[in-house]
Nanobody, 122 residues
Framework: QAQLVESGGGLVQAGGSLRLSCAASERTKIKSFLAWFRQAPGKEREFVGSIMWNLGYTAHADSVKGRFTVSKDKDKNTAYLQMNSLKPEDTAVYYC???????????????WGQGTQVTVSS
C-alpha cells in the first residue's frame, strides 16, 4: 500500500528545535516533489517547504525561510523538515505530501501523510 508516515512532532518551547521525518513506503513512488504543509486550527493548509526528489532543489515559504530546512535521504526514501528557532505561530499539524498535480505550492498532491502535531509554547 502506497503511503507516507510522518514522525517527530511534539511540544517544544519557543526558540527550540524539532526534526520531522516523512517515510515513504516501498510502493510509494515519488515522481517529482515532496512537500511539507501545515494547518493550524481554523486556518487553511499552507505550504511550508518542498524538495525536488531527483535534483534536490528546495523551496521554502517566506514565513519559515532561514529557520526551516527540507532535506531528503533518497536511499531511505525519507524526507526531513528541520525546524529551528520555533515560534508559537508555528503551532500546527504538519503534513508531508508527494507528487503534486499542479503547482507544487498548492495542496493538491497524490499522496498525503496522516500528519504530526507540533506545539510551540511561549
Amino acid at each position: 500500500q502506497a503511503q507516507l508516515v510522518e514522525s517527530g512532532g511534539g511540544l517544544v518551547q519557543a526558540g527550540g528545535s524539532l526534526r520531522l521525518s516523512c517515510a515513504a513506503s516501498e510502493r510509494t513512488k515519488i515522481k517529482s516533489f515532496l512537500a511539507w504543509f501545515r494547518q493550524a486550527p481554523g486556518k487553511e493548509r499552507e505550504f511550508v517547504g518542498s524538495i525536488m526528489w531527483n535534483l534536490g532543489y528546495t523551496a521554502h515559504a517566506d514565513s519559515v525561510k532561514g529557520r526551516f530546512t527540507v532535506s531528503k535521504d533518497k536511499d531511505k526514501n525519507t524526507a526531513y523538515l528541520q525546524m529551528n528557532s520555533l515560534k508559537p505561530e508555528d503551532t500546527a499539524v504538519y503534513y508531508c505530501a508527494a507528487n503534486p498535480s499542479s503547482n507544487f505550492r498548492a495542496p493538491e498532491y497524490e499522496f498525503w501523510g496522516q500528519g504530526t502535531q507540533v506545539t510551540v509554547s511561549s
